[in-house]
């Protein structure tokens, strides 16, 4: 069956230092996948979108990078600071007419002072 | 300002009663999405629509019904059917497209009691 795993365990990093997140997906062929940040008790904020056909892409501090062969996407957050402590999810688009996105659990990021 | 607003933002249900939740946007996205999100687990899709008049099931429908009478409202119905329903349910819009990316509203938390 199709899965997307990302980290259940909360990563926990040092303010300044880069935080990569994992997203690996299996029985599955996205075209596109897309990042998105969630606060407690709110709803997703759209964040990257990267093509299956692209390596990389950047916005700012974050980095995501799209490995089909791997079936992996990570997520880099350079710099990091305090205030990007949050959820972050990955969601996968199939082609085919719906593109519906499809979400993992999503990994906690925490950034200390 | 554009936007996709939920109502309620909190909602106590007693067993055996239907509720409806509140989806409305006037950003004139065609497809509109309902999610449930459960502690420690990913969004999970129930229903979505790509146009007016339409909509299809997703992956864990049993137990709830919708409408999609205008382009800018997709309401939730959570009937007695549904064996579980206290959960964060997130309702998105997105345009139409591969590159587009969604928009959530703040959420419901249904809780039955």
């Known amino acids: 069956s199709q899965k997307i795993e990302q980290n259940s365990e909360a990563l926990n990093i040092q303010e300044g230092k880069t935080a990569t997140l994992t997203c690996n997906y299996t029985n599955y062929s996205p075209a596109y996948l897309q990042w998105y940040r969630q606060d407690p008790g709110r709803g997703p904020v759209f964040l990257l979108l990267i093509r299956e056909n692209e390596k990389e892409k950047r916005k700012e501090r974050l980095k995501v990078t799209f490995d089909t062969t791997l079936k992996q996407s990570l997520f880099h957050i350079t710099a990091s600071q305090p205030a990007d402590s949050a959820t972050y999810l990955c969601?996968?688009?199939?082609?085919?007419?719906?593109?519906?996105?499809?979400f993992g659990r999503g990994t906690s990021l925490i950034v200390h002072p | 300002d554009g936007g996709i607003t939920q109502s309620p933002k909190y909602l106590f249900r007693k067993e055996g009663q239907n509720v409806t939740l509140s989806c409305e946007q006037n950003l004139n996205h065609d497809a509109m999405y309902w999610y449930r999100q459960d502690p420690g687990q990913g969004l999970r899709l129930i229903y979505y629509s790509q146009i007016v008049n339409d909509f299809q099931k997703g992956d864990i429908a049993e137990g709830y019904s919708v409408s999609r009478e205008k382009k800018e409202s997709f309401p939730l119905t959570v009937t007695s059917a549904q064996k579980n329903p206290t959960a964060f349910y997130l309702c998105a819009s997105r345009p139409q497209g591969w590159n587009t990316e969604a928009f959530f509203g703040q959420g419901t938390r249904l809780t039955v009691v």
């Open positions: 969601a996968l688009l199939a082609s085919g007419g719906s593109y519906i996105p499809t």
